[in-house]
């Protein structure tokens, strides 16, 4: 590349680098959060069957963190895609079921067809940006992000959401999330020099694949959708260890992987997926604190916090395959950021 790279500075572009103010007005809405007292102690004294959690696109992916902490305390809890639950699991909607359904504009088409099948049923949660949408004045208690379009600030409210819901210790979530906002911004400070050192890495790739496990399934799946949407590029997320069965026999200097380091109890596998991945003959790194590639370092946080930062990276390699190609990154040319038809 003899030219230096140029960005086109659009609205996705804006809403990245605002992410950090969005952040803090998150954490200044949770303060004022109403109680989730009485959600407590039904969960305390197993009043509850199940927790179902619901939400369409990045909104269900972004749920992957709190299930696992919800079933690691022992809360029996599921995760369903809101279009499958409405048409197929509807069952699992039974009586002294918490109900938590996550909408960044809590209008999708799916989640008021849910709503309305649910209305007066069973105890509703919602976690939303937008406090006039169906969502936010229809569920009995509702967690306002208010924070405009940030997938990091719908982390942060399903983090603190988690926290109340098993007990733990707010006070100490809310340093680990406050001391995101100032990383966050730190990293984004760099985001040309991020963009231009992944461009080589980039050129010439014709499809990008997330990988990761655990509560790193968020960002995975988040990423596979936020690159088609930015780039317009074939592109996916799996498990890591799914990402072994069948698409390893199509790896060439064509496809990018982003493996995402995650929780010290699974690094080990993924860091081994990464060296299989480049033997085969494809283009692969690891997102971690310490990369060997600055723009895919994250920040160094505690677990709690990891989710909230590993889209960082992502949104670097998307405005980089957006310059390549010459396009403003997340322009919409078939569908629309909401989707209100199933």
């Not at 086109?8 to 954490?27: C, K, M, S, V, W």
């Not at 231009?196 to 596979?224: F, K, Q, T």
Request: proline share 4%; net charge negative; hydrophobic share 45%.
């Amino acid at each position: 590349m003899d030219q230096p790279l140029r960005i086109i500075e659009g609205a996705y572009f804006r809403d990245i680098l605002d992410q950090p103010r969005a952040l803090e007005q998150t954490l200044s809405k949770l303060q004022s959060s109403p109680s989730l007292e009485a959600i407590e102690r039904h969960l305390v004294e197993g009043w509850y069957k199940r927790v179902v959690l619901t939400g369409m696109g990045s909104s269900y992916h972004a749920l992957h963190p709190l299930h696992l902490r919800l079933v690691e305390a022992g809360i029996p809890a599921i995760m369903v895609d809101s279009s499958e639950l409405l048409h197929y699991q509807r069952r699992v909607l039974e009586e002294r079921t918490l109900f938590v359904l996550v909408s960044q504009s809590g209008k999708s088409a799916e989640i008021v067809r849910l709503l309305e099948a649910t209305r007066g049923r069973l105890e509703t949660l919602g976690v939303t940006n937008t406090p006039d949408s169906p969502l936010a004045q229809d569920t009995a208690s509702v967690v306002l992000t208010d924070a405009g379009e940030s997938c990091l600030a719908t982390q942060v409210a399903l983090a603190w959401l988690g926290t109340v819901l098993v007990g733990d210790s707010l006070d100490r979530a809310r340093s680990d999330l406050a001391g995101t906002v100032a990383l966050v911004e730190a990293y984004l400070a760099s985001w040309r020099a991020h963009v231009d050192e992944l461009a080589p890495l980039l050129d010439g790739v014709r499809a990008v694949y997330y990988v990761g496990r655990g509560p790193s399934l968020a960002a995975v799946g988040s990423a596979g959708l936020i690159t088609k949407e930015a780039t317009h590029l074939p592109s996916e997320g799996m498990g890591s260890a799914a990402f072994r069965h069948g698409p390893l026999e199509m790896l060439n200097d064509k496809v990018f992987v982003l493996a995402f380091a995650g929780e010290e109890r699974t690094r080990a596998l993924n860091e081994s997926l990464v060296s299989d991945i480049r033997s085969a003959g494809a283009r692969a790194h690891l997102a971690a604190e310490a990369a060997d590639v600055s723009a895919l370092s994250l920040p160094r946080v505690r677990d709690l916090a990891r989710p909230v930062v590993e889209l960082l990276p992502v949104e670097m390699v998307t405005l980089a395959l957006a310059a390549l190609a010459g396009r403003e990154a997340g322009t919409f040319g078939i569908g629309g950021k909401v989707t209100t038809t199933e």
